[in-house]
């Protein structure tokens, strides 16, 4: 179970919000919602732990997130809103180092595999350079089917993807939720989950 308890966050001079808090058990969807400039990155970089509030905790199976450290972050796949692919790097070599940092060896076979998966068939050695802007969202998200974790933490999901993508997306979501995981989505577009519970959370401005 994933948990905010009373969450503040302060940037500068401006605090984005205070006393957030949300329970999501196994198979529990949270769409954020909100406008730019709310928090929702912030909000999602806590609960990856890469940031820590300016109050409150984050507790996952009742403990709190600094005390778990490395048994934490092994248990969750964080994608940004930005790509975050290597540029001269091809989408083979980018999925098999982001598993490697996170602990889990990949091998090209798995990689071709799960890129193909993606919509990337016959582009898994091309630099990342050389593909769209929709085409590097894809090779990011590719590590969500190989990283078997319990917690996924995405930012604007669907950023530059096509109707067939989305599709897709929202499949795998919607399979994790299935399986007992947890999903926490930052984002404007609405999301037809189906399975597993839904909840949702709007920051103010």
């Not at 993508?165 to 926490?184: R, S």
Request: proline share 2%; with cysteine; hydrophobic share 40%.
């Amino acid at each position: 179970m994933l948990a905010a308890v009373n969450l503040e966050c302060v940037r500068g001079d401006r605090r984005l919000f205070r006393d957030v808090s949300f329970s999501l058990p196994a198979g529990t969807f949270l769409q954020l919602t909100g406008p730019n400039g709310s928090g929702k990155t912030s909000l999602l970089r806590i609960i990856c732990g890469l940031m820590a509030p300016e109050s409150g905790e984050v507790l996952w199976n009742g403990a709190n997130i600094r005390s778990l450290a490395e048994e934490y972050f092994s248990s969750l796949t964080y994608v940004g809103h930005r790509s975050a692919v290597k540029e001269e790097l091809s989408s083979a070599e980018n999925l098999r180092i982001s598993s490697g940092l996170s602990g889990k060896e990949l091998s090209l076979e798995e990689a071709y595999g799960a890129l193909k998966k993606m919509g990337l068939g016959g582009r898994e050695e091309l630099a990342a350079r050389l593909l769209s802007e929709g085409q590097r969202r894809r090779s990011a998200l590719a590590r969500l089917l190989t990283c078997r974790t319990k917690l996924w933490v995405l930012d604007e999901v669907l950023t530059a993807l096509d109707k067939a993508a989305t599709a897709l997306i929202t499949k795998l979501l919607e399979e994790h939720l299935a399986e007992g995981g947890i999903v926490v989505v930052a984002t404007h577009q609405e999301l037809n989950i189906t399975a597993g519970s839904f909840q949702r959370l709007e920051l103010a401005p």
